[in-house]
């Protein structure tokens, strides 16, 4: 069993920077690739970063490659979202989440979910 809990959302002008972070509890989360997905109100919730149980591998979206930063410290039993160059369509609700496997994309992929914490861009 893994508990996730992020932080760090928040109201910034466009062209700033944000670092959420997504604590867990358990002494599993080691073993497990984190990922952020974001959803915005009308949409689905969509994958924004994944990093490997080591570190590593990391992967992006498109829409964020070159200007957010996935990252853990598995000694803190946390990961981070660094999100730079922020965008209005940036805004959402971000979450973070567990998954047992690298390289998945999709939200049935995950198995464990925090609450989310909302990130607005204003223009």
């Known amino acids: 069993q893994v508990q996730l809990v992020e932080s760090g959302g928040g109201l910034v002008q466009a062209g700033g920077s944000l670092r959420l972070s997504c604590a867990a509890s358990?002494?599993?989360?080691?073993?497990?690739?984190m990922g952020w997905f974001r959803q915005a109100p009308g949409k689905e919730r969509e994958f924004v970063a994944q990093?490997?149980?080591?570190?590593?591998?990391?992967y992006y979206a498109e829409a964020v490659k070159g200007r957010f930063t996935i990252s853990r410290d598995n000694a803190k039993n946390t990961a981070y979202l660094q999100m730079n160059s922020l965008k209005p369509e940036d805004t959402a609700v971000y979450y973070c989440?567990?998954?047992?496997?690298?390289?998945?994309?999709?939200?049935?992929?995950?198995?464990?979910w925090g609450q989310g914490t909302q990130v607005t861009v204003s223009s």
């Open positions: 990093i490997s149980p080591s570190g590593g591998t990391t």
């Open positions: 989440a567990a998954a047992p496997r690298l390289g998945v994309r999709v939200t049935n992929g995950y198995d464990y």
């Open positions: 358990g002494r599993t989360f080691s073993y497990y690739a």
